[in-house]
């Protein structure tokens, strides 16, 4: 389960387009902060992708991207030229191809790397779902966890909501601002569709007779849609945004993120995954519902400013600056998979966040002040600087942000948990760990 914001130059602080997505997947799913650089194929063959290997194009962008471990495709990511894009899971009365397809992560990953703006993107994910469908497997232990896909997409100009069926697709050119989370939110306007989008739900009997067409009341599937209370994260992201009209920058785009719905949160208080800064919690509702990586985009026409964490939940995290041009990023260590280990940036987190699992008021409060007044420093400094500065500070804010993990970890677990987590909470936590090695 995911949830993803933009907030259009209208509505934002200076005029640039702030986009932020948590990408929410298993526990013990790590995923991976990458940047690719530029390529050229004068002879270009077929790409590999996590299950389909399709044809490779002559020219190749520079990606920045958060990859779970496992697949080829990418979570959410953006290119040298500003274009950023997250994906969400969603459930639909359309059939689910379980293998030989591409899944949505493959898509995005592809759109970035041959799409010059927002428009592109669109369209080349459009004709990848003509040309080869979507599907397959997208679990990491649950293997029976497959869907659909919709997109945001954005540039310094524009942005773009697209959501799918199987190979049938409606989208919209974004106003202001957009939130999608895992459910279909198209209704009865929208201003590009497959040609066959509206007959087809006529001809399955999803379309009454004089009813007018809504997207998301034909194509969506009632129970997986209903149960990952997608409805409620993307009312409130859309709450947030709209309460800091005029506001919204970076910073404001963090604190989004984070969100709780409330002060001294509980991951163990609620049984779906209705929060937009998500904690795995049960098998049953809550299993694919980690936030594992975060992503934030600063989209002007002469810069673009990104915000990763390359860690699990935001709440616990800390946002390190990016930019192309600086020589790609830092060394984050191996490249990680389902097993502990600590030279890994994302594992070496997990335990400072597994540690404030155990009684998230108490614990987190023990350091979000300096968490905050870090980001603070790196957001005053990424205000304005140079390419060689853009570098150094990179490079500062990950070694930085190294050193501040270990010495959280240290102090987190050496305060006490009051109110510590009990029950199938504790349980289900304790199994994630014991198999991870942590």
């Given at each position: 389960?995911?949830?993803?914001?933009v907030a259009l130059p209208s509505i934002t602080a200076d005029g640039s387009v702030v986009f932020g997505k948590n990408s929410d997947r298993e526990p013990n799913e790590a995923q991976a902060l990458e940047y690719y650089p530029a390529r050229y194929h004068s002879a270009p063959g077929k790409v590999q992708c996590t299950y389909l290997a399709v044809p490779q194009v002559k020219e190749i962008y520079a990606i920045i991207i958060g990859r779970p471990f496992w697949m080829w495709g990418a979570e959410m990511g953006a290119n040298e030229k500003g274009v950023v894009i997250g994906n969400e899971a969603v459930w639909t009365r359309m059939p689910l191809a379980k293998t030989n397809g591409l899944t949505g992560m493959d898509l995005l990953r592809l759109a970035l790397e041959r799409s010059a703006t927002a428009s592109n993107a669109l369209e080349t994910i459009v004709d990848l779902l003509a040309d080869f469908g979507q599907g397959g497997i997208c679990g990491y232990e649950d293997k029976r966890m497959a869907y659909h896909n919709s997109f945001l997409i954005?540039?310094?100009?524009?942005?773009?909501?697209?959501?799918?069926a199987g190979h049938l697709w409606a989208a919209v050119k974004i106003k202001d601002y957009y939130s999608i989370s895992n459910g279909l939110s198209i209704g009865e306007i929208f201003d590009e569709s497959h040609p066959r989008l509206i007959e087809n739900a006529r001809q399955k009997g999803w379309l009454k007779k004089g009813a007018s067409f809504h997207f998301a009341r034909c194509y969506s599937d009632w129970f997986y849609t209903t149960f990952s209370a997608c409805h409620g994260r993307r009312q409130r992201s859309t709450e947030l945004i709209k309460s800091a009209r005029g506001r919204i920058d970076a910073a404001l785009?963090?604190?989004?993120?984070?969100?709780?719905?409330g002060a001294d949160y509980r991951p163990d208080s609620h049984f779906l995954g209705n929060r937009i800064c998500a904690h795995a919690a049960n098998k049953l509702s809550r299993n694919a519902c980690q936030t594992t990586g975060s992503l934030i985009a600063d989209l002007k026409p002469d810069i673009q400013t990104f915000w990763a964490t390359g860690t699990a939940a935001p709440c616990t995290s800390l946002f390190k600056p990016i930019w192309f041009g600086a020589n790609g990023l830092p060394d984050s260590g191996p490249a990680p998979d389902g097993t502990y280990n600590d030279a890994t940036m994302w594992w070496h987190h997990e335990k400072l966040h597994r540690a404030v699992l155990t009684d998230l008021p108490t614990r987190l409060g023990c350091y979000v002040e300096q968490r905050d007044e870090l980001e603070k420093k790196w957001l005053d400094k990424a205000e304005n600087i140079s390419a060689q500065q853009q570098s150094e500070l990179i490079q500062t804010a990950f070694r930085q942000a190294r050193i501040e993990t270990g010495e959280w970890?240290?102090?987190?677990?050496?305060v006490s948990a009051p109110?510590?987590?009990?029950?199938?909470?504790?349980?289900?936590?304790?199994?994630?760990n014991k198999k991870a090695g942590i």
């Open positions: 389960m995911c949830d993803t914001f954005a540039d310094p100009r524009e942005a773009w909501v697209l959501e799918t785009a963090m604190d989004i993120l984070r969100d709780h719905h970890i240290k102090h987190v677990q050496s109110k510590p987590i009990i029950g199938r909470y504790h349980r289900y936590w304790k199994g994630k």
